[in-house]
T-cell receptor, first 113, second 115 residues
Framework: DTGVSQDPRHKITKRGQNVTFRCDPI?????LYWYRQTLGQGPEFLTY????????KSRLLSDRFSAERPKGSFSTLEIQRTEQGDSAMYLC???????????FGPGTRLTVT | AQTVTQSQPEMSVQEAETVTLSCTYD???????LFWYKQPPSRQMILVIR??????QNATENRFSVNFQKAAKSFSLKISDSQLGDTAMYFC????????????FGTGTRLQVTL
């Protein structure tokens, strides 16, 4: 399967714990995006990378959130000191610079108890 | 900042019938893309159709077509010959051209196709 993959698919954590999610984009795609989707809403942009450079961050991305893409391939999204309001589906997408379509992964569903 | 509005939270259509999903958006830009994405239950989001704002011709992909009215900032999706597999959440999305390539989504329309 050469699509976007995300790991884990589901994560349940207690409030105050740290969590980390991984995204593996389509191999030749140099842009990688993170979105957050809460129940009944459309995805909201969090941040995006072009190769290893983080080019834009949403104001939704508080200082408890950090994202990396160290070698321009996979990316990680870490949430520190999780809060119940962080419960959501975290979606990753990738694209080529020259093509605007973004291809989405299956998402990581986070539940903070 | 741009906004995308989908005013129909839920819709239902019988198999083989035609249904139209509405989307309006607000932007001061002239160069952008519009998309419809489909998110089936418990499955990942997939692209249905895209439209470049500079093109006057409406995009078509098999049973899916759009009605793009740039002046009215309207972008509706028509699904012809609806199939059970079309049951999903449908999201309208906006994207500036150039370097600011994030997608801005509407709140979605839940489409149920019935027998």
């Amino acid at each position: 399967d050469t699509g976007v993959s995300q790991d884990p698919r589901h994560k349940i954590t207690k409030r105050g714990q740290n969590v980390t999610f991984r995204c593996d984009p389509i191999s030749e795609h140099n842009r990688l995006y993170w979105y957050r989707q809460t129940l009944g809403q459309g995805p909201e942009f969090l941040t995006y990378f072009q190769n290893e450079a983080q080019l834009e961050k949403s104001r939704l991305l508080s200082d408890r959130f950090s994202a990396e893409r160290p070698k321009g391939s996979f990316s990680t999204l870490e949430i520190q000191r999780t809060e119940q309001g962080d419960s959501a589906m975290y979606l990753c997408a990738s694209s080529l610079v020259t093509v605007e379509e973004q291809y989405f992964g299956p998402g990581t569903r986070l539940t903070v108890t | 900042a741009q906004t995308v509005t989908q005013s129909q939270p839920e819709m239902s259509v019988q198999e083989a019938e035609t249904v139209t999903l509405s989307c309006t958006y607000d932007t001061s830009e002239s160069n952008y893309y519009l998309f419809w994405y489909k998110q089936p239950p418990s499955r990942q989001m997939i692209l249905v159709i895209r439209q470049e704002a500079y093109k006057q011709q409406n995009a078509t992909e098999n049973r899916f077509s759009v009605n793009f009215q740039k002046a009215a900032k309207s972008f509706s999706l028509k699904i012809s010959d609806s199939q059970l597999g079309d049951t999903a959440m449908y999201f309208c999305a906006f994207q500036y051209t150039g370097t600011a390539s994030k997608l801005t989504f509407g709140t979605g329309t839940r489409l149920q196709v019935t027998l």
